[in-house]
């Protein structure tokens, strides 16, 4: 069983800065991880992925030259570095893997899915 589990949620003010971290908890190297987001009332988003080795990274157009995504397959640990954060970043944060990593933009491939945590951007 995967479990995966976020953390780094907070509470913080525009401009500011969160790293998100998403311990997987065993050996997920042949998995492509992602970072979505949902925020009351709104679908769940897509924020960042990243391929198995690291090599390729997507973005959405909405966080794009202000988030990175990383991996430390040796640690176990996905993270999510957020700068420059708005109010609109407002939401819940899932980390998510997908093991063929055919769309990693699409919520739907992905198999494993984290509880979530609140990042909250004051204005």
């Known amino acids: 069983q995967v479990q995966l589990v976020e953390s780094g949620g907070g509470l913080v003010q525009a401009g500011g800065s969160l790293r998100l971290s998403c311990d997987t908890g065993r050996a997920l190297t042949r998995y492509t991880m992602g970072w979505f987001r949902q925020a009351p009332g709104k679908e769940r988003e897509f924020v960042a992925a990243i391929s198995w080795s690291g090599g390729r990274t997507y973005y959405a157009d909405s966080v794009k030259g202000r988030f990175t995504i990383s991996r430390d397959n040796a640690k176990n640990t996905v993270y999510l570095q957020m700068s420059s954060l708005k109010p609109e970043d407002t939401a819940v944060y899932y980390c998510?893997?997908?093991?063929?990593?055919?769309?990693?933009?699409?919520?739907?491939?992905?198999?494993?899915w984290g509880q979530g945590t609140q990042v909250t951007v004051s204005s």
């Open positions: 998510a893997a997908d093991f063929f990593g055919r769309s990693p933009k699409s919520k739907d491939d992905y198999v494993y």
